[in-house]
């Protein structure tokens, strides 16, 4: 199964809320039929936004999609085989956006 994770460090309500709200709305504009989860992790103050779909490899999802929702909203992204990380979407030490 194939799983796309939006996450960023924060443990403010108002902030997540926002940002799952905007991030589902853009991807579900693409990919309609993803189910979205909202994972919050307050000892770590990390949260995750969690889409699934039929995808059948990491290739059906347009990269230029997840650049912009990463960029437009300051997110990391990890694209996931089977719980294993398969594609990575960050900012290195220039802060300039990467795909790895």
Do not use: H
């Not at 108002?14 to 693409?30: R, S, T």
């Not at 990919?31 to 889409?51: A, G, R, T």
């Not at 912009?68 to 990575?88: P, V």
């Amino acid at each position: 199964m194939i799983t796309i994770k939006f996450f960023e460090s924060s443990d403010v309500d108002e902030y997540i809320n926002n940002a799952k709200a905007e991030v589902e709305d853009l991807f579900q504009m693409y990919y309609p039929d993803s189910e979205c989860e909202l994972k919050v992790d307050k000892e770590e103050i990390q949260f995750e936004i969690i889409f699934k779909d039929n995808w059948s490899s990491p290739e059906d999802i347009d990269e230029d999609v997840i650049r912009d929702i990463c960029q437009s909203n300051e997110l990391y992204c990890w694209i996931l085989i089977d719980n294993k990380m398969n594609k990575g979407y960050f900012y290195d030490e220039d802060d300039e956006f990467v795909y790895r």
